[in-house]
């Protein structure tokens, strides 16, 4: 399917437990961005990526850890995951240059659970 | 980026056209205005962007005004799935990555 897709849609994990969310983009943006929302701070940077294996820090990168070997790919990784990693994870992918080059295109989102 | 100031909750009803205000007044003479909404529990959408001119698209219209310290995005004929939580973000288009800062955004609800 063209667009952008995760990975799973729903998770429950337990405190300690590595999990790792899926985003993947079909239209070769450069770009690609975690985005935690969570009731009363809105969405909140974690990691972004200009390009593969260039990834820099956010607002909130703690306990997160991300890569990109390919383009249309940019995993999340909760290493060791905590209650406080409860949220709803997005993915967002944006061009670099072109009529759309302004626009983030976002994924439907991860809810993640971890108990 | 230049910060954004928008009501918190707004509604209209059905069919009617809704005007969401949003104030920006250190906006820098290279940022532009977009507007996104987040529809209940989905990905946020983009809508409609702009630098000086007032533009329209099949979504909306944004209508900006001369000293560019403000802006309002026009629903022309609102429905029920345009309620959503709306997001008016000013920022640079070129240059490094460029996140988008979402703030706390309009809650439109539309009326039957």
């Known amino acids: 399917d063209a667009g952008i897709t995760q990975s799973p849609r729903y998770k429950i994990t337990e405190t300690g437990r590595q999990v790792t969310l899926m985003c993947h983009q079909t239209w070769s943006h450069s770009y690609m961005f975690w985005y935690r929302q969570d009731l009363g701070h809105g969405l909140r940077l974690i990691y972004y990526?200009?390009?593969?294996?260039?990834?820099d820090k956010g607002e909130v990168p703690d306990g997160y850890v991300v890569s990109r070997s390919k383009t249309e790919n940019f995993p999340l990784t909760l290493e060791s995951a905590t209650r406080s990693q409860t949220s709803v994870y997005f993915c967002a992918s944006r061009d670099l240059a072109g009529p759309t080059a302004g626009e983030q295109f976002f994924g439907p989102g991860t809810r993640l659970t971890v108990l | 980026d230049a910060k954004t100031t928008q009501p918190t909750s707004m509604d209209c009803a059905e069919g009617r056209a809704a005007n969401l205000p949003c104030n920006h007044s250190t906006i820098s003479g290279n940022e532009y205005v977009y507007w996104y909404r987040q529809i209940h529990s989905q990905g946020p959408q983009y809508i409609i962007h702009?630098?000086?001119n007032n533009e329209t698209n099949e979504m909306a219209s944004l209508i900006i005004t001369e000293d560019r310290k403000s802006s309002t995005l026009i629903l022309p004929h609102a429905t029920l799935r345009d309620t959503a939580v709306y997001y008016c973000?000013?920022?640079?288009?070129?240059?490094?990555?460029?996140?988008?800062?979402f703030g706390s955004g309009t809650q439109l609800t539309v009326l039957p």
């Open positions: 702009g630098l000086k």
């Open positions: 973000i000013v920022r640079v288009v070129s240059g490094s990555a460029r996140q988008l800062t």
């Open positions: 990526s200009a390009a593969a294996d260039i990834t």
